[in-house]
């Protein structure tokens, strides 16, 4: 579980479709467009990226780090624990 601090950073990249690249905790890193924040089947929180015109859903517990691509008034990068 992620703090409520923590996931207001996803809600802006959401709220903005602002286009993102996450770093996951096993060094992959998945860009795309933050589409919307969800649960998946184990209700674990996630939010889903438009990758290619696929959505693909990322636990926010797998997230080590959020970048935003483009520039905005919000915040550029969020590193979490």
Same mark, same amino acid.
């Given at each position: $579980?992620?703090?409520?601090? %923590? @996931?207001? @950073?996803?809600?802006?990249?959401? $709220?903005?479709? @602002?286009?993102? *690249? ?13 589409? %919307?924040?969800?649960?998946? $089947? ?11 015109? *696929? ?11 959020? *970048?935003? *691509? ?5 915040? @550029? ?5």
């Amino acid at each position: $579980m992620i703090s409520c601090s %923590d @996931y207001d @950073y996803f809600e802006i990249v959401c $709220m903005f479709r @602002y286009p993102v *690249t996450l770093s996951l905790r096993n060094g992959e890193q998945v860009s795309g467009t933050a589409a %919307d924040l969800c649960r998946d $089947m184990n209700r674990d929180e996630c939010i889903q990226l438009t990758v290619s015109g *696929t959505t693909r859903q990322v636990l926010l517990t797998h997230i080590t780090k959020l *970048t935003v *691509t483009v520039a905005n008034p919000h915040f @550029y990068e969020k590193q979490f624990n």
